[in-house]
């Protein structure tokens, strides 16, 4: 079973402007004349950590991390203003991501993404699929109807009845017909009597389903103040306008992947994306390695997940 690598420190940071008012934090480290990699967090809202630099072997990789706009260390950060929220969609994001590329001067990258990472990583992929080398996907998420509602709209509740009581205390009983549409009023609400409790309550339903087993550690971290409503705004900015994406397009487009190496890593229980949707990439994208952990719920650090996704990425190093 292959666990993180050691830690390590970034070796260059810096702030990238990309318009609209926004700029995104961005980190390298690792060998700098190593295989370059981009790592794409999840959310949309959530943000890169330490942790996320001990997927890759620093001594083979040259490694990116960057926060998204609006959360993590990019500025401005959407728990101070939404200002520039309406100007955070995927596909500025894809061409965030292309600006970076270029400001470091690297040809083509590897790119791994999970949950909310993995809908980014391939609509990426999909639109410049000549910047990628390889693509590794974990807790697959595209963004349809069917997820959306699995999540956030009574499917998952059947599973954890008691949590998702939770999630439904700060709405009012008669939105709640479509939960999140009415997280939307909540969380754009400038009063923090109101909005502040939706934050907490939307990321802390999120991090109560991420693990297999419960992580008190995980949903004390997304019920920080700040960072829940970063999150929550993003997320459900996201959600609301159904990620910029036609219905199933990021799996219909799969075979612009058909040249790309690519592996597919995904948990058996997990709650937040279920193993449907990476099943249905794997048959659009029958070339990739697909990979089920039977042990695992939806976090990158559960044991089995984080083995297959470091597999992945020694295997792509040689």
């Excluded at 939706?198 to 990321?203: F, K, L, M, N, T």
Aim: aromatic content about 10%; some cysteine.
């Amino acid at each position: 079973m292959r666990t993180l690598y050691p830690e390590i420190e970034p070796d260059e940071i810096g702030f990238l402007p990309v318009g609209d008012g926004q700029e995104l934090y961005w980190e390298t480290s690792g060998n700098p004349d190593g295989k370059p990699v981009v790592f794409l967090h999840g959310g949309p809202g959530a943000a890169t950590s330490a942790a996320h630099r001990r997927l890759f072997d620093p001594e083979k990789y040259r490694i990116v991390l960057f926060d998204q706009r609006g959360c993590g260390l990019s500025l401005p950060h959407v728990s101070e203003s939404t200002d520039h929220l309406a100007a955070n969609t995927t596909w500025n994001l894809v061409s965030d991501i292309e600006k970076l590329r270029e400001h470091l001067n690297i040809d083509r990258w590897q790119v791994l993404g999970g949950s909310w990472g993995s809908a980014l990583g391939l609509a990426y992929a999909e639109t410049h699929p000549d910047r990628v080398t390889e693509l590794i996907l974990r807790g697959i998420f595209t963004l349809r109807t069917l997820e959306l509602d699995w999540f956030y709209e009574g499917g998952a509740r059947m599973i954890v009845p008691e949590l998702w009581q939770k999630f439904l205390e700060p709405v009012a009983h008669d939105e709640r017909h479509h939960l999140i549409r009415a997280y939307h009023r909540l969380l754009s609400d400038p009063d923090p009597s109101i909005h502040g409790p939706a934050a907490v309550a939307w990321s802390t339903w999120e991090a109560s389903t991420l693990t297999l087993m419960p992580r008190p550690d995980l949903v004390e971290k997304f019920a920080e103040p700040s960072y829940a409503l970063a999150f929550a705004r993003i997320e459900n900015h996201y959600f609301v306008n159904d990620g910029w994406f036609d219905e199933g397009q990021l799996i219909a487009n799969a075979g612009r992947l058909r040249e790309i190496p690519g592996v597919i890593v995904q948990g058996r229980y997990d709650l937040c994306t279920p193993a449907a949707t990476a099943y249905d990439l794997h048959v659009a994208w029958p070339e990739a390695q697909y990979t089920v952990v039977q042990d695992a719920g939806h976090a990158f650090d559960e044991p089995g997940i984080l083995s297959a996704l470091i597999e992945a990425t020694d295997r792509f190093a040689r």
